[in-house]
């Protein structure tokens, strides 16, 4: 009876032993399901055409490299600030996808610097469906860059950055992870001023020089000067939206009138003060205009320019 019960307790333990140690190979090898799955997503732009202030749109191509341990591609993910126009499978394994893309992406151009305006052209990327309970983004360092042959015809660009942070549609709710990349771009200063500043400039010196004269026929000059200086800010202002906030462009012009118009009222009265055969008051009114105006308006300018450099 004693080796009865000693077998009936061996073969107990023979069948619980390979039971627990199965069950705790299963608890190691399972994966953690609250561990998000880590996304290496990097990208290369390799050129940015067309970029429009009216629309606030720009048309880029770009490689985009997305390496995960989980299987993804490219249509698990969303572009936020645009739309693809087309692409181009390179890589397609399990563990690394690369695409080569075509799209017209969104920005939001700041213009209180117009003309001197920079802007950020962004490229935002999320997942469709899983927030960062599921799904986070880590920079792909050596995927990642700026093609040096890389132009935008009238800009400058100033360099890239490359950040992940996150977005939450609704209070409360898990965030998504996004990853952001950013490129600045810059008019160049030289043909800025040669384009925007050089007209203006040339008539507010023919305006100012006109002080000069004390012949009542200067009143028709600085009138005309007056209407090419409204015709060029008309131009200048259609090629851009209406904003809710003055630009750069209009303090500048602003300026501009007010010299023209102490000039034309300088002018008025010195038409005035000759058909009165005032000539002590014709003299007067010279005298203080050239001695006034120039300076004001000089000075005006100065700090208008002073005050885009801080």
Excluded: C
Aim: no cysteine; aromatic share 10%; hydrophobic share 50%.
């Amino acid at each position: 009876m004693l080796r009865g019960l000693l077998l009936i307790v061996l073969a107990i333990v023979l069948l619980a032993v390979p039971a627990y140690a199965g069950n705790g190979v299963n608890a190691s090898a399972q994966p953690d399901a609250t561990v998000p799955a880590v996304v290496h997503i990097g990208v290369y732009v390799v050129d940015f055409n067309q970029f429009s202030i009216e629309e606030g749109t720009y048309e880029t191509n770009f490689y985009l490299d997305l390496t995960s341990n989980a299987n993804v591609s490219l249509d698990d993910f969303e572009f936020m600030n645009g739309q693809v126009s087309s692409v181009e499978t390179i890589t397609d394994t399990p563990q690394e996808k690369n695409y080569r893309i075509y799209a017209v992406m969104t920005a939001n151009p700041d213009l209180r610097r117009y003309p001197f305006d920079n802007h950020t052209l962004p490229i935002i990327i999320e997942p469709k469906v899983l927030t960062e309970k599921d799904m986070v983004f880590v920079i792909d360092d050596t995927n990642t860059g700026l093609n040096s042959e890389a132009d935008l015809p009238g800009w400058t660009l100033t360099g890239m950055d490359a950040r992940v942070t996150n977005q939450t549609y609704v209070a409360g709710e898990v965030p998504y992870s996004r990853a952001v990349f950013s490129y600045g771009i810059e008019r160049d200063v030289a043909s800025t001023i040669l384009k925007f500043f050089l007209p203006i400039f040339l008539i507010i010196i023919v305006s100012l020089t006109s002080l000069l004269m004390k012949v009542s026929s200067r009143l028709g000059l600085n009138a005309s000067m007056f209407l090419a200086a409204v015709l060029i800010h008309w131009r200048i202002a259609d090629s851009i939206p209406l904003v809710a906030y003055a630009t750069f462009l209009d303090y500048f012009m602003i300026l501009t009138y007010a010299t023209l118009v102490m000039v034309l009222v300088s002018g008025i009265l010195i038409l005035k003060f000759t058909e009165d055969k005032d000539t002590r008051r014709v003299e007067l009114v010279n005298r203080w205009s050239i001695r006034i105006v120039p300076v004001l308006s000089i000075s005006l300018y100065f700090l208008l320019f002073l005050s885009i450099l801080v």
